[in-house]
C-alpha cells in the first residue's frame, strides 16, 4: 500500500499540487487520470521520488518515504519498478541486456543468475527468444513488453507507469493493460498508472483519481466514473473522441 497524504509541490512559488490525499492499495491497478498540464506526471514523479514534495507525506506501507535519508531511498527503490513513457529502453543494448540492467544496479547477482530471471520475465510478457534482439528490431508493443518486463525484473513491490500506451494502437493497448493487470494481480503488486486513455480507466482501473489543477476532485472506482457527480470529471470524460470510447460501456 501507498499513502499520500496533504501532499503539496509547488514550482517557483506557483503550487502544482495542492493538498491531495489518496491511498494505492496492494494488489490493484490505481490509475491516476486529468488533463494536460493538471499535475497527474509531477503527482507519480513525487511519489516515485523524482520530484521532492514541498511539503506533506508519502508512505510505502509502514515506512514514510519522504523523511527517509538518500542512502535509504536507495535501498528502497529495489522494491520499484517504473515503465517509462516510450518504454526508454538503451538502444545500444539487446533485449536481454535491458531486463538485466537493474540486476546490473542493484544486485550481486551471478552472471547465470541474472540471465535466469531475464528469461523467466521475458517469457512472463511473451517475448521467448527475443534475448538478442535490439529495441529497433522490435514493434512499438513488443518494446512496451520489454519495458514490462525490466519494470518486474527485481519482483518489486510497487510498479508505476507513465503513460504505458502511448503511441500504440488500440489492440496493442488493451494487450499491455491486460498485461500489467495480470502482473498486478499475480504479484499482489501495488500499482498506479498515469493515464489518459479511458480504455485503460474502463478495463483496468481497480481505483481512480482525477486530477484537476493540481487538486483531486474526484476519485472511485471504474463502474463510479460514468455517474460521478463531478462537473471537471465529467467534461474531462465525454471530451472528443473519449465519448465514443465509452459508448460500449454504457
Not at 494536460?36 to 521520488?49: A, D, E
Not at 537493474?102 to 523467466?120: C, G, H, I
Request: aromatic content about 10%; hydrophobic content about 35%; proline content about 3%.
Amino acid at each position: 500500500m501507498i499513502r499520500v497524504k496533504n501532499l503539496y509541490k509547488n514550482f517557483d512559488g506557483k503550487d502544482v499540487l495542492k493538498n491531495i490525499t489518496i491511498d494505492y492499495m496492494q494488489g490493484e491497478c490505481s490509475l491516476i487520470i486529468g488533463a494536460s498540464g493538471s499535475g497527474k506526471t509531477v503527482l507519480l514523479k513525487s511519489i516515485v521520488g523524482l520530484h521532492e514534495p514541498t511539503s506533506g507525506e508519502i508512505w510505502y506501507d509502514g515506512t514514510e518515504f519522504t523523511t527517509l535519508p538518500l542512502e535509504e531511498r536507495k535501498k528502497m527503490r529495489k522494491d520499484v519498478g517504473m515503465l517509462f513513457q516510450g518504454s526508454a529502453l538503451f538502444d545500444f543494448a539487446t533485449v536481454e541486456e535491458n531486463v538485466m540492467f537493474p540486476m546490473d544496479f542493484f544486485t550481486d547477482w551471478s552472471k547465470e543468475e541474472k540471465l535466469e530471471r531475464a528469461n523467466f520475465c521475458l517469457k512472463r510478457v511473451n517475448l521467448e527468444n527475443s534475448n538478442k534482439k535490439y529495441p529497433s528490431e522490435l514493434s512499438g508493443g513488443m518494446q512496451k513488453r520489454v519495458g514490462i518486463a525490466r519494470a518486474i525484473a527485481l519482483n518489486p513491490r510497487y510498479l508505476f507507469c507513465d503513460e504505458p500506451n502511448s503511441g500504440l494502437d488500440p489492440g496493442t493497448s488493451i494487450l499491455i493493460d491486460r498485461l500489467i493487470k495480470e502482473i498486478t494481480e499475480e504479484y499482489d503488486i501495488t500499482t498506479v498508472i498515469n493515464t489518459h486513455d479511458m480504455n485503460s480507466v474502463m478495463e483496468i482501473g481497480d481505483k481512480i483519481g482525477f486530477i484537476y489543477k493540481g487538486e483531486k476532485l474526484w476519485e472511485g472506482t471504474r463502474n463510479d466514473i460514468l455517474h460521478a457527480d463531478c462537473m471537471e470529471l465529467n467534461e474531462f470524460v465525454f471530451a472528443s473522441n473519449m465519448a465514443k470510447k465509452l459508448k460500449s460501456y454504457i
